[in-house]
């Protein structure tokens, strides 16, 4: 194997993006318009959670069963954590998001202005046209903050820019079998699409060595982000290689490049492109096919449905997932995990045992 990519900390990329004359923008998981951020003179940073940061603060605000994405996120902003960012977006990604966009927005108030954006739970075009329109008044926010309102040249960098990243976190997973590199690298440079600017991110992606990857037995991972990047060691450790992903911080993200019209229609149609969802309120039957198919394809003998504990959404989807793909010959292990900080020995264990079944 390859020497472990060298990438810069999110931090660090702040400090970068504001001394180039941008500003920066904390946006919680895991849709959104990123060429709309860019024509505004914005740079993403986006926060999951952050892992191992304490729940205490953010625990104030919130239910005991709000995961583990907004309860840390709100307890790293109180403790001073987003004091860097110019503004925050929070998507109407679930329920419990659009929570604490409710408890920053009309509460807590916190120094950097937040910001919303309603994400439709469908694909019809009047879904498509509701979120053009919400595309809008996010623009009409931004601006406000920048100063900054795009014309055509700003519009058309942004898209050239970011679907140029776009691509390439695509070609990342089309060439994944070819790569020499293992799969906790994979996924950090995946994962590095979170922070980089788009451009730094078509470098690294595009700079990862052909070759062999990893022997192992194939597996794929669902849920929505896969914390610690030690799980990756783990599973190779227990002899595992994963093949494929279903993950909100991966493959969900693969979305379609549309060129040319109104930016705000082009955006909308982008978002609403991307793979089977639950956090879209797609039909499960649909989610269960697109996941049977890629198993069959990529030669996956199991799945592991990985989530932070209490995600609604994905628990909505768990019994008829097991169901389909249990009829199917593919076993499914779900598991719920605080971020924290490091595996639990139970969740070690039972990952132990699921490998164990599809020797």
């Known amino acids: 194997m390859t020497a472990r990519p060298v990438l810069p900390t999110r931090r660090e990329v702040v400090a970068r993006a504001h001394a180039t004359g941008l500003r920066v923008a904390g946006v919680l998981p895991y849709h959104y318009p990123r060429p709309l951020l860019r024509a505004h003179g914005f740079h993403p940073v986006e926060l999951w959670g952050p ?48 929570g604490m966009g409710s408890v920053l927005g009309d509460f807590v108030r916190p120094t950097p202005p937040v910001l919303t954006l309603y994400l439709p739970r469908g694909r019809r075009p009047v879904d498509g046209e509701f979120l053009a329109a919400e595309l809008h008044r996010l623009a009409e926010s931004l601006a406000g903050i920048s100063g900054k309102v795009p014309d055509d040249d700003a519009w058309e960098e942004a898209f050239a820019a970011e679907g140029a990243a776009d691509r390439a976190l695509a070609s990342l997973f089309a060439r994944r079998a070819g790569l020499a590199v293992t799969d906790r690298d994979f996924y950090a440079v995946v994962r590095s699409r979170e922070f980089l600017a788009a451009e730094d991110f078509t470098a690294v992606a595009g700079s990862l060595p052909a070759g ?20 990756f060691e783990h599973l190779a450790a227990m002899g595992a290689r994963v093949v494929a992903d279903d993950l909100a911080s991966g493959w ?38 697109e996941l049977l198919t890629r198993l069959r394809a990529t030669g996956a003998r199991g799945l592991v449905i990985y989530d932070p504990k209490f995600c609604e959404p994905e628990l909505f989807d768990i019994p008829r997932l097991r169901a389909h793909l249990g009829a199917a010959g593919y076993p499914l292990l779900h598991l719920e995990v605080e971020l924290g900080g490091g595996l639990s020995q139970q969740t070690l264990t039972r990952l132990e045992a699921f490998m164990e079944t599809l020797q």
């Not at 919130?62 to 309860?71: E, L, N, S």
């Open 51 to 98: 892992p191992g940061v304490s729940r205490d603060e953010g625990s104030r605000h919130f239910q005991a069963y709000t995961c583990d994405i907004v309860v840390r996120a709100t307890s790293f902003l109180l403790q001073g954590g987003l004091d860097t960012v110019d503004a925050l977006l929070i998507p109407h990604t679930c329920d419990a998001l659009q």
């Open 212 to 231: 062999d990857p990893p022997g192992g037995l194939p597996l794929m991972l669902s849920g929505i982000v896969a914390e610690p990047l030690d799980l």
């Open 252 to 289: 969900r993200r693969v979305y379609p490049l549309e060129d040319g019209g109104d930016p705000y229609e082009r955006l909308a149609a982008r978002l609403l492109g991307g793979p089977p969802d639950p956090t879209r309120g797609d039909p499960i039957a649909a989610r269960a096919q």
